[in-house]
């Protein structure tokens, strides 16, 4: 077994042990669709260089990740470091439609109307409470 059938799965993606990985199975898709989705970059070593990829834009980035039980795609939406959006999808197009719409300038709000499985989170303010 290869390197990337092993840390995938053939049973749960398939289609990804094909592409080679996470961040090429993004890539693909998103070319499929006529998507931009900006770079696509993965870890460079380890079992996450085919589990992880990140969809960069100068918005922030959309990080993915594979479940491990079963097949869904594990999605953040960080700025700043900060995850300002969290969701889980089956399938890779949405996942590339959603790193398009942040990309294209789409809105938290916009993101979470569009596309139900994403909901917003809640951030954490830097300034400590006075007791």
């Known amino acids: 077994m290869s390197d ?8 749960l993606y398939p289609d990804l042990v094909e592409r080679g990985g996470l961040a090429s199975g993004l890539t693909a898709c998103a070319a499929q669709h006529q998507l931009d989705v900006g770079r696509v970059t993965n870890p460079e070593q380890g079992r996450s260089r085919f ?22 795609f594990m999605i953040d939406i960080r700025v700043a470091g900060e995850v300002r959006a969290r969701g889980d999808a089956t399938d890779l197009l949405p996942v590339v439609q959603v790193a398009a719409a942040w990309r294209a300038g789409a809105t938290l709000a916009e993101l979470t109307a569009r596309f139900p499985f994403m909901e917003p989170m809640t951030v954490r303010s830097s300034v400590a409470q006075v007791q």
């Open 4 to 11: 990337v059938s092993t840390a995938l799965g053939v049973r």
């Open 51 to 72: 589990t992880c990829a990140e969809l960069t834009s100068e918005r922030g980035a959309v990080c993915v990740g594979l479940g491990a039980q079963a097949r869904y």
